[in-house]
């Protein structure tokens, strides 16, 4: 059985970078120290890496390292969302559908115009097969670019807010979408505690501008869960 290493643990950030963690046991009180140690006992050895991880990390296949409270792999942007880019990627979905929203409410005069002139199937056919209309000659490239551009900006709000829905709740809920699909609630200290830990002290506003100084109160290495506050509390 393979021990852990209590003094180095060697770790990967989603920025792809190597971190070495230090700890030294006069730096802190024995209640943490205590937390501490449960929490190197329930970390696991990555194969792939050959290191030890903390909890709630994953090694990702695509980027082959192990990321820090890894959420998933976006295929998208191309990254992992773990730790230090979590909140970034909440606000990318949200504002992505709000502005993706936006353009399609201002395409709709351009639309209503559309279904005024053509029949309601016609104007069905080409919201739904824009690129089959286009080449059977049926409509002109300026309706195809109108029914196109659409379709995409109406089919992306689509997309980020069921995105944004589903990692809200997850939000809240104190979960990654590892956990989740593995029905675990260790890490669940109430939907408050919850946003602090994800989005910092100043949650309300990071939303309006991702930018904004709200550092998280975790490392990224070691979490609190239910038992650790009913610990620290007694």
Do not use: K
């Amino acid at each position: 059985m393979l021990e852990p290493d209590y003094n180095r643990i060697r770790l990967l950030e989603p920025e792809h970078s190597f971190r070495t963690w230090m700890v030294d046991p006069e730096d802190v009180s024995f209640i943490h120290l205590q937390i501490f140690n449960e929490h190197l006992l329930c970390a696991s050895y990555c194969y792939q890496c050959q290191s030890q991880v903390p909890p709630r990390s994953g090694h990702c296949s695509a980027c082959r390292v192990c990321i820090l409270r890894r959420d998933h792999h976006c295929r998208l942007l191309g990254r992992c969302v773990g730790f230090r880019n979590y909140r970034p990627f909440l606000c990318l979905l949200l504002h992505a559908a709000g502005v993706l929203l936006h353009v399609s409410v201002l395409l709709g005069p351009a639309l209503s115009a559309l279904l005024r002139a053509h029949a309601p199937l016609h104007i069905a056919a080409l919201l739904l097969l824009p690129w089959l209309m286009l080449l059977t000659g049926r409509v002109s490239l300026a309706q195809f670019a109108l029914a196109f551009v659409t379709d995409t900006c109406v089919a992306g709000a689509l997309l980020c807010g069921a995105g944004l829905l589903f990692h809200g709740m997850l939000l809240l809920r104190g979960q990654t979408t590892w956990e989740w699909a593995r029905g675990q609630h260790s890490y669940d200290l109430g939907p408050c505690h919850n946003l602090q830990a994800a989005l910092g002290p100043r949650w309300v506003l990071v939303w309006l501008w991702p930018f904004l100084a709200s550092p998280l109160p975790g490392d990224g290495i070691t979490f609190q869960t239910a038992a650790d506050v009913g610990l620290t509390a007694s």
